[in-house]
């Protein structure tokens, strides 16, 4: 099972601290070069390359790019507390396979499952509380947190 490129084992992967620094050279800024990483780290170019591929394909971390939903027209972002009968893992499944939701976690708390969506409008929220989520086998009720302002997201925890 996998959660987007993320292999959904627990064990936390062994780096050393060449591989940490390279993770943290691209946290920073994920267009710098291998070559400018491999300067950076004491490494060659190839040997960046590598090891950038190896930590991609083992799942450890994705280079992707990170838009401002607002600028590309999605104009409604929001939360959405999910409380669930039965299995929240095959729950979890069937919303990570709506387009809209970008993200999926099943909590504990006041909720099972909380699923961030993006959406062109109102409209299209309203749809789809009604007519996907709240249709699934094992919602029992949801509770919707819209954004009225992104204030912060940033990625660059760093390695441990």
């Known amino acids: 099972m996998t959660n987007g490129n993320r292999p959904t084992n627990h ?3 062994q780096l050393d601290d060449v591989s940490k620094a390279i993770i943290e050279q691209l946290q920073a800024d994920g267009r ?8 950076a780290v004491g490494l060659s170019e190839a040997a960046v390359r590598q090891r950038v591929q190896r930590l991609t394909e083992a799942g450890v971390m994705q280079i992707v790019a ?3 939903p607002m600028q590309l027209g999605f104009t409604r972002q929001a939360m959405i507390g999910i409380r ?3 299995d929240t893992r095959v729950l979890a499944e069937e919303l990570a396979a709506i387009p809209e939701i970008d993200y999926v976690v099943l909590t504990a708390g006041s909720f099972d499952l909380l699923a961030e969506v993006v959406c062109e409008d ?6 789809l509380l009604n007519s996907r989520i709240r249709n699934l086998d094992g919602v029992q009720t949801t509770e919707t947190f819209v954004y009225l302002k992104l204030q912060k997201q940033f990625y660059n925890w760093g390695t441990r």
């Not at 710098?32 to 300067?39: N, P, Q, V």
């Open 32 to 39: 710098r070069s291998y070559a400018d990483i491999g300067k």
């Open 11 to 13: 064990r936390p992967v």
């Open 66 to 68: 990170v838009t401002d």
């Open 84 to 86: 669930a009968t039965g």
């Open 122 to 127: 109102d409209d299209q929220l309203i749809t």
